[in-house]
């Protein structure tokens, strides 16, 4: 009953889980909480409609839409934004400056100080557009083929352990082998031609939890296809017999 606000990830970024955040929010809003949504590994893979999840405040990062880094998006609802305070100062987020009162400028300039990324922005703009014309449905079944494809391979690889195995998940698949460093599987995998992340992932409650130092994480999107699971595969599997 004292929590004031819930800040939620709406696809885990390490493990691929798609939380229940419509759910999560109708709870948090039950004790009189504000949430946060963070959408950045939602935003390329599931259609998001924000007052269907009727959270307080949505955020993702440009470049997790195929747009450019140092770029985001913020939502709010508008009641809320009117009622904050701007956490920054600088030119265009006033109306008016006095020496005994200032007045801030109306929404969404109020949270904008300064000379904002134009050019990023315009670029993000541009990106948020394409993903608009995308059948984001279609792409989302296209990415659960490629899913289900790499992990019923990796399923009957000896000594490899899959991380992250909820029936409702993004196109994420994180992974250990043995006692092998996931940044040795990565770097051999990179000497292949074939690019995923490791470590923890900025997520290192969620490691600790599973007794992890971190994963190996491949991540299918809309333009990967079948050929590059394929791909994906015989490098892996190339990697584990040079380690044995």
Known sequence: DRTKIVS??????ALGTINPVKEMTRLAHSVGAYVLVDGAQASAHLSIDVKALDCDFY????????GPTGTGVLYGKEALL????????????IKEVRLD????NDLPYKFEAGTPNIAGNIALGTALQ??????IEAAARHED????TATHHLQKIPGLRLVGTSKDKASVLSFTFEDVHPHDLGTL?????VAIRTGHHCAMPVMQKFGL?????????????EEDVEQFVHALDKSIEMLR
């Open 8 to 13: 939620i990830g709406h696809v885990s970024n």
């Open 59 to 66: 955020a993702f990062s440009g470049h997790k839409v195929f």
């Open 82 to 93: 009117e009622a904050l305070p701007p956490y920054k100062s600088g030119g265009d987020m």
């Open 101 to 104: 009162q200032t007045t801030y």
């Open 130 to 135: 394409y993903m608009m014309s995308v059948d």
């Open 145 to 148: 083929l490629l899913l289900s």
């Open 189 to 193: 995998l990179d000497n292949q031609g």
């Open 213 to 225: 130092e971190g994963t190996a994480r491949a991540s299918f999107a809309m333009y990967n296809n």
